[in-house]
């Protein structure tokens, strides 16, 4: 079964920063707009940030702009989510995707927290 790999995720402070990898097989990659989602307990899935095949187009939830920057890799066929500024509400498991596939990410957690 085909899966993206997330890495970055973890514990951190009010104000400080992680980021976030996911790497996807290049026949996946190289054509599609990938997606970063986060679901928080008891909430429902939020779609965090997406960057299209070509890295043209970018778009941001509401909460995370300014904050939050996606970028993708075609070398490594790796998209990145850069946060910074982090706050308590950001905790959630993040996970990615590939846009319009079934191929997504195990998920990693982040906890924003002092």
């Known amino acids: 079964q085909v899966q993206l790999a997330e890495s970055g995720g973890g514990l951190v402070q009010p104000g400080g920063s992680l980021r976030l990898s996911c790497a996807a097989p290049g026949f996946i990659f190289k054509t599609s707009t990938m997606i970063w989602y986060r679901q928080a307990p008891g909430k429902e899935r939020e779609l965090v940030a997406s960057i299209s095949s070509t890295g043209g187009s970018l778009s941001y939830a509401d909460s995370v702009k300014g904050r939050f920057t996606i970028s993708r890799d075609d070398a490594k066929n790796t998209v990145y989510l850069q946060m910074n500024s982090l706050k308590p509400e950001d905790t959630a498991v993040y996970r990615c995707?590939?846009?319009?596939?079934?191929?997504w990410g195990q998920g990693t957690q982040v906890t924003v927290s002092s």
């Open positions: 995707n590939a846009a319009w596939t079934s191929y």
